[in-house]
T-cell receptor, first 115, second 115 residues
Framework: GAGVSQSPSNKVTEKGKDVELRCDPI?????LYWYRQRLGQGLEFLIY????????KSGLPSDRFSAERTGESVSTLTIQRTQQEDSAVYLC?????????????FGPGTRLTVL | KQEVTQIPAALSVPEGENLVLNCSFT??????LQWFRQDPGKGLTSLLL?????REQTSGRLNASLDKSSGRSTLYIAASQPGDSATYLC??????????????FGKGTKLSVIP
């Protein structure tokens, strides 16, 4: 079926506002990942969901960041009280399972600009 | 902590030339290494995935090699075309332990192929 989709593709917000970013993984993929790519930097891991297990939130940069996933489908990344340093491209990926051998497939990303 | 370095950061070549992109990583305990292509405004497209037990992988005009012991990988592009212009990212996955599903990325090499 279709690949990983993300919405919106672009988001411009004012400092201090909350934003929600959405990810639709490939159907049947049980593992879902969020990464962040700031200008001039490599992709940074944020959070990982695998089935009904507790998510690995070790990459979230602050408690202003949170994410949810409904079962094995859609995930939402929420950033509260946005700061200018949150400006980045947020990429979502999914894989058939969370094991090391499973290739991750990436969505097109959401470009977040905080003014 | 795993660190991935890509050299050069940018490369410009005339059409038809063969070229090599380099990737190095500090921790050789990897499960696999993946090369991605990133086009502006688009997500990551997986090009080649090399398991740690493999030495190389080929797909069309692309050939990726892996020398795990020395912490190096190269991506060879034959007969480059303007359509190859993109940013090429290298990512490694840890072989075991906490966070082994995470990909650690380099900052990428921006390739421009001049017609």
């Amino acid at each position: 079926g279709a690949g990983v989709s993300q919405s919106p593709s672009n988001k411009v917000t004012e400092k201090g506002k909350d934003v929600e970013l959405r990810c639709d993984p490939i159907s049947g993929h049980t593992a879902l990942y969020w990464y962040r790519q700031r200008l001039g930097q490599g992709l940074e891991f944020l959070i990982y969901f695998q089935g009904n297990s507790a998510p690995d939130k070790s990459g979230l940069p602050s408690d202003r960041f949170s994410a949810e996933r409904t079962g094995e489908s859609v995930s939402t990344l929420t950033i509260q009280r946005t700061q200018q340093e949150d400006s980045a491209v947020y990429l979502c990926a999914s894989s058939a399972a969370g094991g090391s051998y499973n290739e991750q497939f990436f969505g097109p990303g959401t470009r977040l600009t905080v003014l | 902590k795993q660190e991935v370095t890509q050299i050069p950061a940018a490369l410009s070549v005339p059409e038809g030339e063969n070229l090599v992109l380099n990737c190095s990583f500090t921790d050789s305990a990897i499960y696999n290494l993946q090369w991605f292509r990133q086009d502006p405004g688009k997500g990551l497209t997986s090009l080649l995935l090399i398991q740690s037990s493999q030495r190389e992988q080929t797909s069309g005009r692309l050939n990726a090699s892996l020398d795990k012991s020395s912490g190096r990988s190269t991506l060879y592009i034959a007969a480059s075309q303007p359509g190859d212009s993109a940013t090429y990212l290298c990512a490694v996955r840890r072989s075991q332990g906490a966070g082994s599903y995470q990909l650690t990325f380099g900052k990428g090499t921006k390739l421009s192929v001049i017609p």
